[in-house]
Protein backbone atom coordinates (compact mmCIF):
# COMPACT_ATOMS: atom_id res chain seq x y z
CA UNK A 1 0.00 0.00 0.00
CA UNK A 2 1.16 3.83 -0.62
CA UNK A 3 0.15 7.15 0.37
CA UNK A 4 -0.99 9.11 -2.75
CA UNK A 5 0.87 12.38 -2.66
CA UNK A 6 2.99 11.39 0.34
CA UNK A 7 6.24 12.20 -1.64
CA UNK A 8 4.22 15.99 -2.77
CA UNK A 9 3.55 16.80 1.04
CA UNK A 10 7.15 15.43 2.27
CA UNK A 11 8.62 17.59 -0.76
CA UNK A 12 6.70 20.49 0.56
CA UNK A 13 7.35 20.06 4.06
CA UNK A 14 11.24 19.87 3.67
CA UNK A 15 11.19 23.18 0.90
CA UNK A 16 10.42 25.45 4.01
CA UNK A 17 13.77 24.49 5.77
CA UNK A 18 16.29 26.58 5.16
CA UNK A 19 19.47 25.46 2.93
CA UNK A 20 17.89 22.20 1.63
CA UNK A 21 17.80 21.52 -1.78
CA UNK A 22 16.22 18.27 -3.56
CA UNK A 23 17.63 16.39 -6.08
CA UNK A 24 17.53 13.09 -7.95
CA UNK A 25 19.11 10.42 -6.09
CA UNK A 26 20.80 7.50 -7.80
CA UNK A 27 18.82 4.43 -6.76
CA UNK A 28 15.20 6.55 -8.03
CA UNK A 29 13.52 9.19 -6.08
CA UNK A 30 14.46 12.52 -4.92
CA UNK A 31 16.93 13.15 -2.41
CA UNK A 32 17.16 15.83 0.13
CA UNK A 33 20.91 17.72 1.30
CA UNK A 34 21.90 20.20 3.53
CA UNK A 35 25.11 21.31 1.28
CA UNK A 36 26.77 18.15 0.63
CA UNK A 37 25.10 15.89 3.60
CA UNK A 38 22.15 13.70 3.11
CA UNK A 39 19.15 14.29 5.06
CA UNK A 40 17.64 11.60 3.49
CA UNK A 41 15.56 10.31 0.66
CA UNK A 42 11.90 9.39 -0.84
CA UNK A 43 11.51 6.59 -3.03
CA UNK A 44 7.88 7.64 -4.38
CA UNK A 45 5.20 7.67 -2.16
CA UNK A 46 5.98 4.46 -0.43
CA UNK A 47 9.39 4.29 0.68
CA UNK A 48 11.81 6.86 2.86
CA UNK A 49 15.44 5.95 4.02
CA UNK A 50 16.88 8.34 6.35
CA UNK A 51 20.40 8.26 7.40
CA UNK A 52 21.28 8.64 11.43
CA UNK A 53 24.42 8.66 13.87
CA UNK A 54 24.52 4.58 14.92
CA UNK A 55 23.27 5.52 18.50
CA UNK A 56 20.23 7.89 16.87
CA UNK A 57 19.38 5.20 14.66
CA UNK A 58 19.31 2.51 17.22
CA UNK A 59 16.89 4.56 19.22
CA UNK A 60 14.68 5.01 16.37
CA UNK A 61 14.18 1.80 15.91
CA UNK A 62 14.11 0.57 19.57
CA UNK A 63 11.04 3.05 19.73
CA UNK A 64 9.11 1.13 16.66
CA UNK A 65 9.62 4.56 14.92
CA UNK A 66 11.43 3.18 11.89
CA UNK A 67 13.03 -0.19 11.17
CA UNK A 68 16.44 -0.38 9.94
CA UNK A 69 17.78 0.00 6.39
CA UNK A 70 15.72 -2.39 4.41
CA UNK A 71 19.27 -2.96 2.20
CA UNK A 72 21.83 -2.33 5.02
CA UNK A 73 20.37 -2.87 7.84
CA UNK A 74 23.87 -3.16 9.59
CA UNK A 75 24.43 0.94 8.96
CA UNK A 76 23.44 3.79 10.93
CA UNK A 77 20.50 4.16 7.88
CA UNK A 78 16.79 3.11 8.62
CA UNK A 79 13.96 2.85 6.65
CA UNK A 80 10.23 3.78 6.80
CA UNK A 81 6.79 2.49 4.76
CA UNK A 82 4.55 4.73 3.64
CA UNK A 83 1.38 2.69 4.30
CA UNK A 84 -0.90 5.09 6.06
CA UNK A 85 -1.25 8.87 6.32
CA UNK A 86 0.56 9.33 9.64
CA UNK A 87 3.33 7.54 8.41
CA UNK A 88 4.13 10.65 5.88
CA UNK A 89 3.65 12.97 9.53
CA UNK A 90 6.25 10.36 11.14
CA UNK A 91 8.98 10.90 8.27
CA UNK A 92 8.65 14.50 8.22
CA UNK A 93 9.70 14.28 11.89
CA UNK A 94 12.27 11.65 11.30
CA UNK A 95 13.26 14.08 8.29
CA UNK A 96 13.33 17.23 10.59
CA UNK A 97 15.46 15.38 12.93
CA UNK A 98 18.06 13.87 10.94
CA UNK A 99 18.26 17.84 9.54
CA UNK A 100 18.79 19.15 13.09
CA UNK A 101 21.85 16.73 13.26
CA UNK A 102 23.18 18.03 10.46
CA UNK A 103 22.75 21.38 11.54
CA UNK A 104 24.45 21.53 14.69
CA UNK A 105 26.80 19.55 12.79
CA UNK A 106 27.68 22.42 10.58
CA UNK A 107 27.45 24.47 13.47
CA UNK A 108 29.79 23.13 15.37
CA UNK A 109 32.39 22.83 12.59
CA UNK A 110 31.80 26.65 11.49
CA UNK A 111 32.59 27.05 15.26
CA UNK A 112 35.62 24.73 15.42
CA UNK A 113 37.07 26.69 12.24
CA UNK A 114 36.74 29.88 13.76
CA UNK A 115 38.78 28.90 17.07
CA UNK A 116 42.21 29.26 16.96
CA UNK A 117 44.43 26.54 16.24
CA UNK A 118 45.43 23.91 19.28
CA UNK A 119 47.49 20.71 19.00
CA UNK A 120 44.45 17.61 18.54
CA UNK A 121 42.95 16.50 21.55
CA UNK A 122 43.74 18.77 23.73
CA UNK A 123 40.81 21.12 23.52
CA UNK A 124 37.44 19.67 25.41
CA UNK A 125 34.69 18.03 23.98
Same mark, same amino acid.
Given at each position: ?????? &? @???????? &?????? @? *?????????????? /?????????????????? /?????????????????????????? =?? *???? !??? *?????? /??? =? !?? &??? *??????? @??????????????
Amino acid at each position: MVVPGA &A @ALISQALA &AWKGVE @A *QPHRFGGVEYRLGQ /REIGHVHGNHLVDIPFPR /RVRDEVVAAGLARPHHILPDSGWVSL =YL *QQPA !DVQ *QAITLL /RRS =Y !DL &AVE *QRRKRGA @ASSEPDEAPGTGEG
